[in-house]
C-alpha cells in the first residue's frame, strides 16, 4: 500500500461518491483510470485499487446506467407531453428520446462504473460486517 492509499482509506461518503461522480478512483481520487472512452484499467494506478472486486461486480453499474439513461428519457417525454399536450409532437418527442436512448449509455458508461463503485465502497461495503474491505 503506498502512503497515499493510506491516507484516503477513511474518505467520507461525500467525498468518496464526488470522486465517483467525476470519474474517478473511489479509494484515492486518481483521475487516470480509464485508457479511453469505454475501457477502465484493472487496477488504479495511483493506490493499487483492484476495480472489479468480483464476477459479475459491473452488473451494478449495468443497472446504474440503465435507470439514469431511461431517466433523462422520461423527463424528456414529460416535457414535451407537458408543453404540447393535447397536440402530442410525436416527431419532436421521437426526435429528442432517440439520441439520448442510443447515446446515453455510451456517454454515461464510465460515469455509471465509477458510480457504482463509490457507492460500494460509500455504503455497501460499510453495511456488511462480515464484508472484509479491500484497504
Ligand atoms: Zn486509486
Same mark, same amino acid.
Given at each position: 500500500?503506498?502512503? /497515499? ?8 461518503? +461525500?467525498? !468518496?461518491?464526488? &470522486? @465517483?461522480?467525476?470519474? &474517478?478512483?473511489?479509494? =484515492? +481520487?486518481? @483521475?487516470?483510470?480509464? &485508457? ?7 487496477? =488504479? *494506478?495511483? =493506490? ?15 443497472? !446504474? /446506467?440503465?435507470? =439514469? #439513461? ?18 402530442? /409532437?410525436?416527431?419532436?418527442?421521437? @426526435?429528442?428520446?432517440?439520441? #439520448?436512448?442510443?447515446? @446515453?449509455?455510451? #456517454?454515461?458508461? *464510465?460515469?455509471?462504473?465509477? !458510480? ?9 461495503? &460499510? ?5 472484509? *474491505?479491500?484497504?
Amino acid at each position: 500500500m503506498t502512503p /497515499n492509499a493510506k491516507s484516503t482509506t477513511h474518505s467520507s461518503r +461525500g467525498a !468518496i461518491l464526488l &470522486r @465517483g461522480f467525476t470519474r &474517478r478512483c473511489p479509494r =484515492c +481520487g486518481s @483521475g487516470k483510470i480509464f &485508457r479511453h472512452w469505454t475501457s477502465i484499467v484493472d487496477d =488504479c *494506478p495511483r =493506490c493499487g485499487l483492484h476495480f472489479e472486486r468480483e464476477s459479475g461486480y459491473w452488473a451494478g453499474a449495468l443497472a !446504474i /446506467n440503465f435507470v =439514469c #439513461v431511461f431517466g433523462l428519457m422520461l423527463v424528456i417525454m414529460g416535457l414535451v407531453l407537458a408543453f404540447t399536450l393535447p397536440d402530442v /409532437n410525436v416527431a419532436l418527442t421521437l @426526435g429528442l428520446m432517440l439520441p #439520448v436512448a442510443l447515446l @446515453g449509455p455510451v #456517454v454515461w458508461y *464510465p460515469f455509471s462504473k465509477t !458510480i457504482w463503485m463509490a457507492i460500494d465502497r460509500a455504503y455497501l461495503q &460499510r453495511m456488511d460486517r462480515y464484508e472484509q *474491505p479491500d484497504e
